[in-house]
């Protein structure tokens, strides 16, 4: 039969490499790649998942009222000024959607979550990526940023991501305000994606809504909350531009699931004892790797501003051959890290490693990568 060809938008891209490598990891591999708690979905999310009484609608397609009133209350914004949507993904599927022509360049962090990229790649844009400061803990880089902006005479949209997957790189207040100020200079639309300003280590990184009214923050029940699997997250800014953000969200998926959205709402009433427990999950397992890396490894490593991920420094013999290395710690060695390079350029000298797992996988999973990290030349054993 002749198949049908692709969108030519769409010919460019793959299934996720972090997919692809923990798909094809041998069953008794630690995973140490995917980026998702791995502690239980928290009591009042479980109780609201079993309450099947009334009907299941549709409902509208800005969200249940309720859940957008405790959202706004949780940002200290007005209901209006929120829209629910299928997971932070949702929200930044519409809002590229929603404001890229053809041509059109975004800016993105280097490295960066690589969905991105890939959404500005479907709407035909350009992805322009400005380096975080590797030498400042890959946090943001406002002078980066304006250089990149100034370069980029296209530019409709950036983005920022602190603490940033995959590096656990924050921001500082000035510079955020700093990137904020350029892109308003512009008429650029600056979305924050703070889905992990909740996972923290003492210190809860800034918010854009501390430096600016202008601007969209996204963020979901994925992380702190612990919650991936209800693919519940939302949009907070200008309702004009949520207006914009409705039409592709409700044609797209007409809404975020009613059930999902009750049990979002459950756990951002129980955020007074949800998120404390949920950075003591990270805060044990942060332990486990600072232990396992300093026995194991002799490395000495500081907690990230916010995360489950640890990026770790290849060994010099990785580097000729990145994404060839963690398939074989994949095959060999079983543990699953997830290549720099596939967040950008500026990943390439470092592995992503997601401490979300079990305090005993992470312990196991060093324990196997050490002979890796002191091999001088060649390739794995
Ligand atoms: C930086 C970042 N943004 C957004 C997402 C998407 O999360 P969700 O759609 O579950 O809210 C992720 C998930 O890994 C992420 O790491």
Redo the contacts with the bound molecule.
Sequence with gaps: MLMPSPASRISALKPSPIRILSEGAPPDAIPLGL??PTWALPEPARRALADTSGICAYGPNMGLPELRRAVAAWHGVQADEVIIT?????A?FSLFQAYLEPGDQVLIPDP??P?YEALALMCGAEARPFALNAADRFRLDATAFEAVLEASPRARLALV?AP??PTGGGARLEDLARIARACEARGVLLIS?E??RDLHFGVRPPTLRDVTSNGIV??????GWGA?GL?V?WAVGDPKVLAQLRIVHGYAVTAAAQPAQKAALALIEASGTVLPAAREEIRIRFEALREALAAELGQRIEAPDGTFYHFMALPEAALADPWGFCVRLRDEAKVVLVPGQVFGPGGRAHARLSFAASPEQIREGVRRLAPHWTVPHGSPA
């Design positions: 980026g998702e299928s997971g932070s993904s949702g930044l960066a979550f969905v991501n940033s997957n994606d889905v992990y996204v963020t979901s029940v994925s992380k991936p693919r997250g």
